[in-house]
């Protein structure tokens, strides 16, 4: 589905989106633009975005250009690779999803929830916008300075989508990134925690977002990455170094799958209907005779569980491949 919908929500260096040029202005929504200043002052009792780029330096410009104007358009890319090369097999097309979805959810609430940045309080004040207003690189703008280009004054003057301010997906993207990192490399949780934090300032630094713009871009990747951990995401396993070392990958949370002994269970009766539609021939007499005292069932069999035989986590499955999972039939057992 993101896939599909992407030439209609097609991401630009301002979080807007390609198509969006050709909707009438009479059908878009009014624009906000005192919401996201009210509740600035309303949950953090000022303007965190003025205040963090009252005092600009060229060297402040430089970090906060590196996340906000590089390092987020290539994250995903280097984390795709990362976890696919160290992650657990599935990984992969479970964030290519997830980030996918994002977007498309964060978009239509930029959309249907038009809200102006803190570049247009800077320009124009809590004065009506107009669909008509172009775009500002603002803090980005002393970066074509510094480096003699015209390339972010060019991108954003021009954007399609100039009230996308609420959520931020740069924001978003960072989060989901650092959840799925911090899945598959917990020991390094606190540098990626670190580098949202650092991607956070940069876009209030920038005048691009406000903080609750961050907040929530951020909730909107945590809410879509639970959902995909409780359901779809390979666990990892600790003694794994890389995706080659998995005999087996176990899907989503465990404590909230059925028990082992459920399935487990499920199986022997299916396996104990299937004997008894078969026992015409112990009817007949063919069958070997065996003493009362023992069941026909004695024995190892493909339904029963010896004491010393470990139980098989619920939703696990048997690789034949390390690229591709088998059918959830297909349950591994030791």
């Avoid at 009479?26 to 963090?52: K, M, Q």
């Avoid at 004491?307 to 591709?324: I, Q, V, Y």
Wanted: net charge negative; charged share 10%; hydrophobic share 45%.
């Amino acid at each position: 589905m993101p896939i599909i919908t992407r030439p209609l929500f097609l991401q630009s260096d301002t979080d807007g989106q390609f198509l969006s040029r050709f909707i009438p202005n009479d059908w878009r929504p009014p624009i906000w633009v005192r919401v996201l200043p009210a509740l600035e002052n309303i949950f953090y009792g000022a303007n965190l975005s003025n205040i963090l780029s009252a005092h600009k330096a060229v060297l402040l410009d430089v970090l906060a250009w590196l996340p906000y104007g590089i390092i987020h358009f290539g994250a995903p890319f280097v984390c795709s690779i990362l976890m696919f090369i160290f992650g657990p097999p599935g990984t992969v097309p479970v964030f290519a999803r997830s980030f996918g979805y994002m977007n498309l959810v964060g978009v239509s609430i930029q959309l249907l929830f038009p809200c102006s940045p803190p570049w247009y309080e800077n320009m124009y004040g809590l004065a009506p916008a107009s669909y008509a207003i172009a775009g500002s690189p603002a803090g980005l703008a002393r970066i074509d300075q510094l480096f003699g280009v015209n390339l972010y004054t060019s991108t954003f003057t021009a954007s399609p989508m100039v009230f996308g301010a609420f959520p931020s997906l740069h924001a978003g993207s960072a989060t989901i990134e650092a959840l799925f990192m911090s899945h598959v490399f917990p020991q390094f949780q606190p540098l990626f925690i670190a580098y949202t934090l650092w991607l956070w300032w940069a876009t209030m630094y920038l005048s691009h977002h406000y903080a609750v713009d961050l907040v929530g871009g951020s909730l909107l990747a945590a809410v879509i990455f639970y959902i995909a951990k409780l359901c779809f995401l390979p666990q990892r396993q600790a003694d794994k170094t890389v995706r080659w070392d998995y005999d087996y990958v176990e899907v989503g949370d465990s404590n909230s799958r059925s028990s082992p002994q459920n399935i487990d269970t499920k199986l022997a009766s299916e396996l104990s209907d299937w004997a008894i539609g078969s026992s015409s021939s112990i009817s007949s007499g063919t069958a070997s005779p065996v003493d009362d005292s023992q069941s026909l069932w004695d024995g190892d069999t493909l339904g029963s569980n010896s004491d010393t035989e470990p139980e098989a986590p619920p939703h696990r499955f048997a690789l034949s491949h390390p690229f591709k999972p088998l059918h959830s039939s297909k349950l591994y057992t030791n």
